[in-house]
Protein backbone atom coordinates (compact mmCIF):
# COMPACT_ATOMS: atom_id res chain seq x y z
CA UNK A 1 0.00 0.00 0.00
CA UNK A 2 2.10 2.94 -1.37
CA UNK A 3 -0.62 5.22 -0.12
CA UNK A 4 -0.31 8.39 -2.39
CA UNK A 5 2.81 8.87 -4.76
CA UNK A 6 3.82 11.91 -6.66
CA UNK A 7 5.79 12.41 -10.10
CA UNK A 8 8.52 13.98 -10.63
CA UNK A 9 9.41 14.83 -7.78
CA UNK A 10 11.85 17.96 -8.73
CA UNK A 11 11.48 20.17 -12.26
CA UNK A 12 12.61 22.91 -13.47
CA UNK A 13 11.25 24.51 -16.23
CA UNK A 14 11.69 27.70 -18.45
CA UNK A 15 8.62 30.49 -19.03
CA UNK A 16 6.21 29.05 -21.38
CA UNK A 17 7.21 25.35 -21.56
CA UNK A 18 4.51 22.68 -20.53
CA UNK A 19 4.68 20.00 -18.10
CA UNK A 20 1.91 17.73 -15.98
CA UNK A 21 2.68 16.22 -12.85
CA UNK A 22 1.07 12.93 -12.09
CA UNK A 23 -0.86 11.58 -8.89
CA UNK A 24 -1.71 7.97 -8.19
CA UNK A 25 -3.62 6.84 -4.35
CA UNK A 26 -4.11 3.31 -4.20
CA UNK A 27 -6.67 3.61 -1.46
CA UNK A 28 -10.03 3.40 -3.64
CA UNK A 29 -10.59 7.30 -2.43
CA UNK A 30 -13.26 9.21 -4.22
CA UNK A 31 -11.86 12.21 -3.51
CA UNK A 32 -8.39 13.75 -4.97
CA UNK A 33 -7.24 17.29 -4.83
CA UNK A 34 -4.34 19.46 -5.70
CA UNK A 35 -2.54 21.97 -3.31
CA UNK A 36 0.19 24.39 -3.87
CA UNK A 37 2.45 25.75 -1.00
CA UNK A 38 4.70 29.14 -0.89
CA UNK A 39 6.77 30.39 1.78
CA UNK A 40 4.12 32.17 4.63
CA UNK A 41 0.92 31.34 2.91
CA UNK A 42 0.18 27.67 4.21
CA UNK A 43 -0.97 25.11 0.95
CA UNK A 44 -3.93 26.98 -1.81
CA UNK A 45 -5.93 24.82 -2.95
CA UNK A 46 -5.73 24.66 -6.72
CA UNK A 47 -8.42 21.90 -7.61
CA UNK A 48 -10.12 19.26 -6.56
CA UNK A 49 -12.28 16.30 -7.90
CA UNK A 50 -15.10 14.64 -6.22
CA UNK A 51 -15.18 11.18 -8.42
CA UNK A 52 -13.73 9.95 -11.60
CA UNK A 53 -14.35 12.20 -14.75
CA UNK A 54 -15.12 15.15 -12.56
CA UNK A 55 -13.32 18.21 -11.41
CA UNK A 56 -13.83 21.72 -9.56
CA UNK A 57 -11.78 25.21 -9.46
CA UNK A 58 -10.62 25.87 -5.88
CA UNK A 59 -8.95 29.13 -4.81
CA UNK A 60 -6.28 29.64 -7.06
CA UNK A 61 -6.68 27.59 -10.48
CA UNK A 62 -5.65 30.30 -13.08
CA UNK A 63 -2.91 28.77 -14.89
CA UNK A 64 -3.54 25.15 -14.42
CA UNK A 65 -5.80 22.37 -15.61
CA UNK A 66 -6.97 18.65 -13.90
CA UNK A 67 -7.92 15.42 -15.59
CA UNK A 68 -9.56 12.44 -13.49
CA UNK A 69 -9.77 9.57 -15.95
CA UNK A 70 -9.55 7.04 -13.81
CA UNK A 71 -10.38 7.20 -10.42
CA UNK A 72 -6.62 6.67 -8.88
CA UNK A 73 -5.10 9.46 -11.10
CA UNK A 74 -5.30 12.76 -10.65
CA UNK A 75 -3.34 15.21 -13.16
CA UNK A 76 -2.11 18.71 -12.99
CA UNK A 77 -1.31 20.57 -16.47
CA UNK A 78 0.50 23.19 -16.43
CA UNK A 79 0.06 25.03 -20.27
CA UNK A 80 2.09 27.92 -20.25
CA UNK A 81 4.58 27.84 -17.34
CA UNK A 82 5.31 31.11 -15.24
CA UNK A 83 7.59 31.89 -12.61
CA UNK A 84 4.95 32.71 -10.43
CA UNK A 85 4.03 29.20 -10.67
CA UNK A 86 7.56 28.56 -9.06
CA UNK A 87 6.16 26.42 -5.69
CA UNK A 88 6.24 22.74 -4.09
CA UNK A 89 3.14 20.81 -5.32
CA UNK A 90 0.96 18.71 -2.63
CA UNK A 91 -1.78 15.98 -4.00
CA UNK A 92 -3.61 14.38 -1.69
CA UNK A 93 -7.04 11.84 -1.47
CA UNK A 94 -9.70 11.33 1.16
CA UNK A 95 -13.14 9.39 1.55
CA UNK A 96 -14.91 12.14 3.07
CA UNK A 97 -17.98 11.57 4.59
CA UNK A 98 -21.02 12.76 6.66
CA UNK A 99 -21.90 9.95 8.74
CA UNK A 100 -20.19 8.64 12.25
CA UNK A 101 -18.05 6.63 10.09
CA UNK A 102 -16.57 8.95 7.76
CA UNK A 103 -12.90 9.41 8.19
CA UNK A 104 -12.37 12.85 6.02
CA UNK A 105 -9.15 12.39 6.91
CA UNK A 106 -6.42 13.71 3.67
CA UNK A 107 -3.56 12.54 2.76
CA UNK A 108 -1.16 13.57 1.23
CA UNK A 109 1.70 12.69 -1.33
CA UNK A 110 5.32 13.75 -0.89
CA UNK A 111 5.19 16.88 -3.41
CA UNK A 112 6.69 18.40 -6.05
CA UNK A 113 9.30 21.22 -6.16
CA UNK A 114 8.85 23.02 -9.23
CA UNK A 115 10.93 25.71 -10.27
CA UNK A 116 9.81 27.91 -13.29
CA UNK A 117 13.28 30.15 -14.84
CA UNK B 1 -14.69 33.98 3.45
CA UNK B 2 -12.99 31.35 5.86
CA UNK B 3 -9.59 32.49 7.58
CA UNK B 4 -7.18 30.45 9.34
CA UNK B 5 -4.52 32.00 11.46
CA UNK B 6 -1.89 30.23 13.81
CA UNK B 7 0.17 32.08 16.15
CA UNK B 8 3.16 32.24 16.45
CA UNK B 9 5.05 31.39 13.20
CA UNK B 10 7.83 29.72 15.15
CA UNK B 11 8.30 28.38 18.33
CA UNK B 12 11.66 27.21 20.43
CA UNK B 13 11.38 24.74 23.84
CA UNK B 14 13.43 23.01 25.25
CA UNK B 15 13.34 19.27 25.33
CA UNK B 16 10.86 17.81 28.34
CA UNK B 17 8.54 21.50 27.84
CA UNK B 18 4.74 20.66 27.78
CA UNK B 19 3.64 23.26 24.98
CA UNK B 20 0.48 24.40 22.98
CA UNK B 21 -0.08 25.84 19.57
CA UNK B 22 -2.65 27.87 18.64
CA UNK B 23 -5.04 27.86 15.62
CA UNK B 24 -8.08 30.39 15.03
CA UNK B 25 -10.78 30.67 12.55
CA UNK B 26 -12.86 33.08 11.37
CA UNK B 27 -16.24 31.34 10.73
CA UNK B 28 -17.15 29.10 13.04
CA UNK B 29 -19.61 27.12 10.70
CA UNK B 30 -17.15 24.17 10.21
CA UNK B 31 -17.65 20.60 9.78
CA UNK B 32 -14.27 19.34 11.52
CA UNK B 33 -10.80 20.74 12.05
CA UNK B 34 -7.49 18.75 11.33
CA UNK B 35 -3.95 19.20 12.80
CA UNK B 36 -0.97 18.18 10.54
CA UNK B 37 2.63 17.98 11.29
CA UNK B 38 5.41 18.22 8.38
CA UNK B 39 9.02 18.10 7.85
CA UNK B 40 10.63 19.45 6.03
CA UNK B 41 11.03 18.63 2.65
CA UNK B 42 8.19 16.16 3.02
CA UNK B 43 4.25 16.34 2.86
CA UNK B 44 1.48 16.43 5.45
CA UNK B 45 1.01 13.63 8.01
CA UNK B 46 -2.53 14.03 9.49
CA UNK B 47 -1.93 13.61 13.82
CA UNK B 48 -5.79 14.63 14.76
CA UNK B 49 -9.03 15.23 13.08
CA UNK B 50 -11.97 17.07 15.45
CA UNK B 51 -15.41 16.99 14.29
CA UNK B 52 -17.91 19.74 14.80
CA UNK B 53 -20.00 18.17 17.61
CA UNK B 54 -16.54 17.16 19.51
CA UNK B 55 -14.79 19.19 21.81
CA UNK B 56 -10.97 17.42 21.62
CA UNK B 57 -9.29 14.44 20.43
CA UNK B 58 -6.44 12.61 21.83
CA UNK B 59 -3.57 10.42 20.40
CA UNK B 60 -0.84 9.51 22.47
CA UNK B 61 1.23 12.74 23.52
CA UNK B 62 -1.23 15.08 21.36
CA UNK B 63 -4.17 16.44 22.70
CA UNK B 64 -6.05 18.78 20.57
CA UNK B 65 -8.89 20.75 21.61
CA UNK B 66 -11.82 22.67 19.53
CA UNK B 67 -14.00 25.82 20.49
CA UNK B 68 -16.09 26.13 17.59
CA UNK B 69 -18.00 29.27 19.29
CA UNK B 70 -14.67 31.18 20.05
CA UNK B 71 -13.11 30.25 16.71
CA UNK B 72 -10.23 28.29 18.11
CA UNK B 73 -8.28 25.22 18.73
CA UNK B 74 -5.14 24.25 20.48
CA UNK B 75 -2.82 21.39 19.48
CA UNK B 76 -1.21 20.49 23.31
CA UNK B 77 2.27 18.54 23.40
CA UNK B 78 3.23 16.68 26.59
CA UNK B 79 6.60 15.88 27.29
CA UNK B 80 8.17 17.59 24.06
CA UNK B 81 10.98 15.54 22.38
CA UNK B 82 13.64 16.86 20.09
CA UNK B 83 11.66 14.33 16.87
CA UNK B 84 8.85 16.46 17.83
CA UNK B 85 10.67 19.23 15.47
CA UNK B 86 8.85 19.99 12.78
CA UNK B 87 5.98 22.58 11.14
CA UNK B 88 2.56 21.87 12.62
CA UNK B 89 -0.51 22.85 10.38
CA UNK B 90 -4.33 23.21 10.98
CA UNK B 91 -6.97 23.01 8.64
CA UNK B 92 -10.16 23.22 8.54
CA UNK B 93 -13.27 21.98 6.59
CA UNK B 94 -16.27 24.66 5.83
CA UNK B 95 -19.71 23.29 6.41
CA UNK B 96 -20.70 23.37 3.25
CA UNK B 97 -17.28 22.13 1.29
CA UNK B 98 -14.85 19.48 1.33
CA UNK B 99 -11.95 21.37 0.81
CA UNK B 100 -9.68 22.33 3.17
CA UNK B 101 -8.62 25.87 4.68
CA UNK B 102 -4.99 26.01 5.80
CA UNK B 103 -3.06 28.16 8.54
CA UNK B 104 0.57 29.01 7.60
CA UNK B 105 1.76 27.00 10.29
CA UNK B 106 3.86 27.06 13.37
CA UNK B 107 7.45 26.36 13.04
CA UNK B 108 8.27 24.04 16.27
CA UNK B 109 12.03 22.96 17.43
CA UNK B 110 12.75 21.36 20.40
CA UNK B 111 16.33 21.78 21.91
CA UNK B 112 17.91 18.79 23.56
Known amino acids: NAGVTQTPKFRVLKTGQSMTLLCAQD?????MYWYRQDPGMGLRLIHY???????AKGEVPDGYNVSRLKKQNFLLGLESAAPSQTSVYFC????????????????FGPGTRLTVL | KQEVTQIPAALSVPEGENLVLNCSFTDSAIYNLQWFRQDPGKGLTSLLLIQSSQREQTSGRLNASLDKSSGRSTLYIAASQPGDSATYLCAVRPGSSYKLIFGSGTRLLVRP
Open chain 1, 92 to 107: ASSYPGRGPASTDTQY
Open chain 1, 27 to 31: MNHEY
Open chain 1, 49 to 55: SVGEGTT
